[in-house]
């Protein structure tokens, strides 16, 4: 099934490998939130493990990407079982107008990643966790599920357009989990040049606006 | 909601929040101004959808066979009655401090990490709680002007972030009202005035002293010192 798709996709347009996998996987997007809502209304063990099939080796991966302190070997394991005790516990409350099922799971995955290192490294009490910063009201005009899924398209195939250093930086940013200055560190540059990169990215993927078209 | 902010975190900001890579004091505050603001939720959501393609491209490693076995064990063995009991009853004996128009992140810390019960008089017009937060960097607490209080003139020595949970303030510069965010660097100095109409309750965190620059700034004693934890 993997292959036929990534042939269709090759056939359409010359991609990287990377480019390929994404679409293909960003193809079936519709298919994880579909699961997501069956394990959150009917407690779906079938569905569950579909989804732990494919986000298991992804958030595995997710969790090695990011060698920030705290990091240790068997991190990977851990997050993966805690992301998806989560992901277990927390569908229930998942809602497919706000955001699909690779948002919301990375959401956990990135809050459970942090937590984590934090745990690690720092011998302090710490009354919040990540996540408690993320409840926040919902939306009184939720964007559908399909303008979601259009914008959720439109962020893949703009990451793919990006010039090598927008990549690089936003990646640093979001895959490592590195902070703007610690980047700044690491790349060599100046904390202000990071700052307008990241927001450069962004700005050409139409995330955000830049301030003269605003104006 | 309505949103009446117009003083906001900055993108960069917003994109740390987003990573998660802000420091915490930082993201209490972001998080305060995020549950009044539905225009940064908007952009933390497409901000959000963009991280989570960039995390998705992490080359996957494959995971034990036995991995989601243990999974389902944990989760058929954890009690799922007993924890819904517990939630229950954390909630109602919580019920009593939780002010609803409050973040969740405030409330929160408000329930599990005040230094002191009781708000601590740091002039006339001034009263501060303070909040164990688990990091060396910054205090985090609560500054109570009442109506009509006046606060002495003062610089930073250090960044400054604030968040109007209630009420509102003014200084030379704006009226900010609840929801809005405000950071203040060294050479920022300002002159907060509490308004008329009621007392303003203001989320902060302060990563060093405030310097007094008016003649009555030996009255500021209290502030002279910060208390990070």
Redesign the interface.
Known sequence: MISSKTSTISKNKPTDN?VAI?NN?EKRSDQWSQLLISVGETRD?KAF?QL??HF???L???A??SRNEGWFPGL??DL??EV??KV??KAAGYNAE???A??W???V???C??DMLRRKS?T?????E?E??????D??TP?TLLQQKR??DK??SS?SQLPKEQDEI??K???E????A?ASAELGLPLGTV?SR??LA?QK?Q??VSKEAQE | ?INNTHHHPD??ML???S??????AA??C??AH??FC?RC???L????????????????????DN??D???E??DSTDLSSTVEKSTAAATTAKNTIDEGF???VN??IN??LISKNWKRLSSSVDVAR?????DNYEVALHKICAGGKTPKHDHRGTEYTVVLKGSFSDENAVYREGDFLIREPGDVHQPMGSQNGECICLSALSAPIVPTSPLGFLMKPWLRINPM
């Open positions: 990377r994404l996987s063990r493990a732990f099939e298991g080796p992804l595995k991966g997710f090695h990407a990977g394991d993966v079982q998806m005790i277990w516990n706000k955001a699909s690779t948002t799971i990375y959401t995955a990135r809050n990643r942090i720092n302090q009490h710490l009354p919040l990540n408690d910063f993320w409840h926040e009201p939306e009184e964007i914008s959720e962020v893949q990451l936003l990646r940013v979001y895959l989990g590195k902070s703007h610690e700052k990241v927001r962004l993927m995330i955000i | 909601m993108e960069n994109i740390e929040f990573a998660g890579t802000l420091e915490t993201s209490i972001v998080s995020l549950h539905s939720r908007e952009k959501l497409r901000l959000d959808q963009v991280g989570s393609q960039i995390m998705s491209q992490a080359n996957p490693i494959e995971v034990a991995a989601f243990q999974v389902m944990k989760i973040p969740f992140s929160k810390l599990t990490s909040f164990k937060t688990g990091q």
